[in-house]
């Protein structure tokens, strides 16, 4: 499997593209925002040969979810996520506006609701949906065991974790869901988050000082 990284729109969100032999690509957070970032990641797929099958949210913080509606419209696919985000999606222009931003579009509806567990296949490759509530009330990691990767969207980071200052957030949660369902994962996994650079599961439990 090959994996593409891209860093999107004003906050520096990963998107990432995975892809194998078959040419059936998965894109998780297509954060694109601007025209130039929209034609980036449409290019990447046509000159590559690409078909996307999925488009995974780790969750619906609007950072992650501006290029919902451009890929649907791109590629025909609607995205799939845990829908106990969804009023973040919903009210997206008046929480961008808190930011100084300016966000016009209506995000569409989650095609496919992902619950703790669930998994997405493309090519030879299995993708499992692990539920990490505390950042967010609806957080999904996306584990693809036969690759060694983790996809951590925002509960996880290099040497951090992410913020629960928000009014659905909470810390503790967020705590018990990383040690319960990220560090139980074998040490070698690589880490990779929805903001940074990755790391591995290793690494953070010796060295993360949220969870030692």
Known sequence: MELKRFIFNPVDVNCYILWNESKEAVIIDGAVLFDEEKEELKNFIKNNGLTVKYHLNTHLHFDHIFGNPFIEQAFGIKSAANDKDWPWAETIGERVARFGLKYNEKIPAIGSVLHDGDTVTFGNN?????????????????????????????????????????????????????????????????????????????????YNRFLL
């Not at 951090?160 to 996994?189: H, N």
């Open 126 to 206: 299995v993708i499992k949906a692990l539920h990490v509530p505390g950042h967010s009330p609806g957080s999904l990691a996306y584990y693809v065991a036969e690759e060694n990767m983790l996809f951590s969207g925002d509960a996880l980071f290099r040497g951090s974790i992410g913020r629960t200052d928000f009014a659905d957030a909470d810390y503790d949660t967020l705590i018990s869901s990383i040690k319960e369902k990220l560090l139980s994962l074998p040490d070698a996994t690589l880490v990779f988050p929805g903001h940074g650079d990755h790391t591995t599961i290793g690494f953070e439990k010796q």
